[in-house]
Nanobody, 112 residues
Framework: QGQVVESGGGLVQAGGSLRLSCTAS????????MGWYRQGSGKQRELVAV???????NYENSVKGRFTISRDNAKNTVYLQMNSLKPEDTGVYYC??????WGQGTQVTVSS
């Protein structure tokens, strides 16, 4: 089935940027939908952004205009470029890899 592994999280000041990567152990070209979710402390996991195999993307309202999801099928990787970060973006970010399920998550902390 394969697996996905996230990377790129870290500590950043408000207004800063991070780029998360979700790298799969198998080809993602045939996977219709992959996405990024996040879970803040004491909160439920929520969808941040999703991208289809045709590169159609959708975003949670609070990240529109700040975050960009993309996929590179040649590298079996989905990215999440996060700009103008806010403290409320803090949380563990998980990659959803379709049939491959969830990654282990990567922590993003935005300080004010």
């Amino acid at each position: 089935q394969g697996q996905v592994v996230e990377s790129g999280g870290g500590l950043v000041q408000a207004g800063g940027s991070l780029r998360l990567s979700c790298t799969a152990s198998r080809s993602i070209a045939s996977i219709n939908s992959m996405g990024w979710y996040r879970q803040g402390s004491g909160k439920q996991r929520e969808l941040v952004a999703v991208i289809t195999s045709r590169n159609i993307s959708n975003y949670e309202n609070s990240v529109k205009g700040r975050f960009t999801i993309s996929r590179d099928n040649a590298k079996n990787t989905v990215y999440l470029q996060m700009n103008s970060l806010k403290p409320e973006d803090t949380g563990v970010y998980y990659c959803w890899g379709g049939q491959m399920g969830w990654g282990q998550g990567t922590q993003v902390t935005v300080s004010s």
